[in-house]
Structure formats: C-alpha cells, structure tokens
C-alpha cells in the first residue's frame, strides 16, 4: 500500500506541476497582455527570421517623393500639386497599360485645373480615389468620425472611392481593416481595389462558382458588374455580395467547397478564395509585411511624367497590366512627426501600406492566427509536458531536453510563419512557460 502511495505521488506532484505550467501560459496567452507581447516582441522575431520576401507581381507605387518635389519644381505639400500633373500622369499610366490607378492623396479641395484631371479620369476610367476619417469636432456617442470625399466633379469621373483608416499618431502598423464599422461596414480602399482587381480577372468563374448555389445572387452579380467602371459601381457589387455572405455564413463555406473541386487556373482560384476569406474574419487581418520600405516595386513620380509619350520599353513592362498606387514617400516631408508609420522593418509610408494590404489579398497571404480555443489547448499541451517531464528529470537533463524542445518548435513556427503565413504564439511557451518548467 505504502508502494502504491509513494508511485502515485510521484506521478501526481509532475502532472500537477505540468498542468499549472500549462494553464498559465494558456490563460495568459488569451489576455491583453499575453497578446500584447506577442504582437509586439513575437510577430517582429517571425518577421525578422523569415526576412524579406518577394511580393506579387500585381502591384506597383509611384512615390511622390522629395526628388519628384525638386525636379518637377513643385511644393512639397503634395495637395498643392497642379491638378493638371495628375492628370498627365493619369494619361500615361494608362498609356503605359495600368489597370487601375489608386491614389492614396485626398482630393477634397477644388483647383482651378481640375476640369482637366476629371477629363482624363473619364477617358481613362480606370481611377480609384481616397476618401478620410476626419474626427468631429464635437464628441458623438453615435460615431466620431465624418467620411470625407474627394470633391463631387473628380468623385463621378472615378471609378470607385475609399478610406484607408490608418492611426492619426506615428505608430507601427500591424493590421489592417476590410470593412470599416465608422462608415456603415462600407469596404475600405485596400478591398475596393482588390474586388475590382479580382472581378477584372475572375468574373467568369465567380458568376460560374454562384450560380451553383444561388442563381438568383449570381444574376444579380453579372448585371452590376456591367457597371463595374462606373462612379462606385463596384461598391454596390461588394454591399451585394457582403449581405450574401455575412448573413448566411453557410455559403461562404459551400462555394469555398466548390472551388476547391473546380478546375480552374490557380490565380484565379486563388483570388476567389481571398474573396470568400473576407468573411471569415472580424473587419481586420494581419499585415503580411513583405520587407523594409521600397519592397514593393517602386518608381518615382518624375520618371513617369518626364517619359510620358516616350517609347520605354522597360517602364512599360513595369506598369502593364499592374495596380498601381500612387501617395507620398516617406521622404517626403521628413520633418513631419505626424502620421509617420513603421512596420517591423522600417519606416513605411501610408501608400505603401495600402498597397502591402492589396498585394496580401491578392495572393492570400494575409497572416492568418491561431483561434483563441485551439492556442489555449496548444498553450496547455505545451506546457502540460514541459512541466511534467523537467519535473521527473536533473536539473542537465531538463536545461537539455528543453532546449532541444524550444528549438524545434521555434523552427517549426518560423518555417509555418515563411511557408503558410501561420503565426503561432512564440514568447509564451518559449520566453515565459520554458523557464517555469525548469523551474
């Protein structure tokens, strides 16, 4: 009796200990705090470890930059700019073969040339336009913000308009919104874009993947898309489909069971599973940062403007067929201390983070995260064993095993991190859980 005793008492003080260690990194991996850590100290260590990685070939920035500033002779204040620039630019972007042009600068004043940029966005018809969240004045319980949009001549020629909610003070970006909540659930610019990007290549296989499941939503779809072009037609496609698929979650997932039976070709499989992935989340997804500033294919303002009519080969390749945003650098005013964004690798312009959102919706590679109840069994598995068996072990034995236990999982999450754009938890098991199962 005394035998069995003593044997279950060694078994029991382990699995307790495991099980404490385990529901501490569990518990504290589901607070503000367990996630704070993560966010900032376990996502930057994902990034740095994988490094740079190549972004999609879909998108480019034309960056309104100090030397575009100096060599065009203009001011710095990219507001100031004559209209009558941008319409060149918007002329030989197009000419160039863009498929759409993004500006990422609100036009919310009137200029005495703006009749020239609004004809050439309605010869072009390929330009989407910045609208901003601008706090009110007096505080309101409803909502604090009023939607600002470029002004109403320049708003009918384009082809759609958005906001990019972005942090009013420097910060350092990590997510981005899909639908924002302060402008009725409307879809912020980064996804307006990509559903015209992704309408653009795949309307054939979306209409096909609906109308399987529901002709009458599909018909719906085919008859707006006729007016994709015109002044916010595609939001009236998004609103559409939004409604569908928030409401009856169930479609979402039959057409994503549908669309990995067909047969279609991978890009556009692809950017039908981005579209219906929309949906799977709350009104927000992780940044998949591609690297520092100036990853994504960049050429500077001037260049285009002073080539413009000219036979360039060689930037011609570089816009056909490409989205192609346009906003400031972050060379720009660098004086400036207001609205200054980092991402983990660098300071980074607000361009170009709209244009990183875009490209991880084009390829699917926004960061995708553990759910809550699958990170706390995780978090207590992990930590369950770890405390069960340093607990039985020397003290050589456990620094070893741990060891070797920590560099496997780091190895495994960072290649998850590079391959699957999985993020797992890092800091909790390894920084706080590892060194309590040693006890």
Known sequence: MNAFRLTRCRLIKPIFFGL???????????TPAGSYLEETAGLGLQFRARGVRTPPPDVVIISIDKSSSEILQVSDEPEEW???????????????????????????????????????MRETANVVLADYLKQR??????????????????????????????????????QFWTFNDYTGGRATLPVTVFYLYALQRAHQELIQLLAAHDPDLADSIKALNANLRNSNGVHEIIDRLTDAFKYRPE??????????????????????????????????????????????????????????????????????GKVVFVGCSEDLQPEKTEGV?????????????????????VENGALRFVQPINQFVGLL?????????????????????????????????????????????VIVPLVIQAPLALG
Not at 341 to 361: D, G, K, P
């Open 82 to 120: 004559p209209r009558a620039l941008h319409a060149a630019l918007i002329r030989e972007l197009h000419r160039l073969g863009a498929l759409f042009t993004v500006f990422d600068i609100v036009f919310d004043r009137q200029h005495s040339d703006e009749a020239i940029t609004v004809q050439a």
């Open 341 to 361: 964004f980092y991402s983990v690798f660098s300071q980074v312009s607000a361009v170009e983070l709209a244009a990183t959102a875009f490209a991880n919706l």
């Open 251 to 320: 479609l979402v997932e039959r057409l994503s069971a549908s669309l990995a039976a067909e047969n279609f070709a991978p890009a556009k499989s692809r950017l039908l599973a981005a579209l219906l992935g929309l949906y799977a989340f709350d009104n927000s997804l992780y940044l998949n940062h591609y690297g520092p500033a100036r990853t994504l294919p960049t050429i500077s303002y001037h260049e285009i403007i002073r080539a413009a009519g000219s036979d360039n080969r060689a930037l011609a390749d570089k816009i056909k």
């Open 381 to 425: 598995a992990w930590g369950c064993l770890a405390g069960a068996i340093c607990y039985r072990l020397s003290a050589r034995k456990a620094l070893v095993i741990i060891t070797l236990a920590c560099s496997t999982y780091l190895i495994a999450s960072s290649f998850l991190f590079a391959e699957e754009n999985l993020w797992l938890p």
């Open 137 to 174: 004045s007096i505080n309101s319980t409803v909502n604090p913000f009023i939607l600002v949009s470029p002004a109403p001549a320049l708003l009918e020629a384009a082809v759609a308009s958005s906001d990019f909610p972005l942090p009013k003070h420097s910060a350092t970006v990590r």
């Open 20 to 30: 404490l260690v385990g529901l501490l990194g569990a518990i504290l991996g589901l």
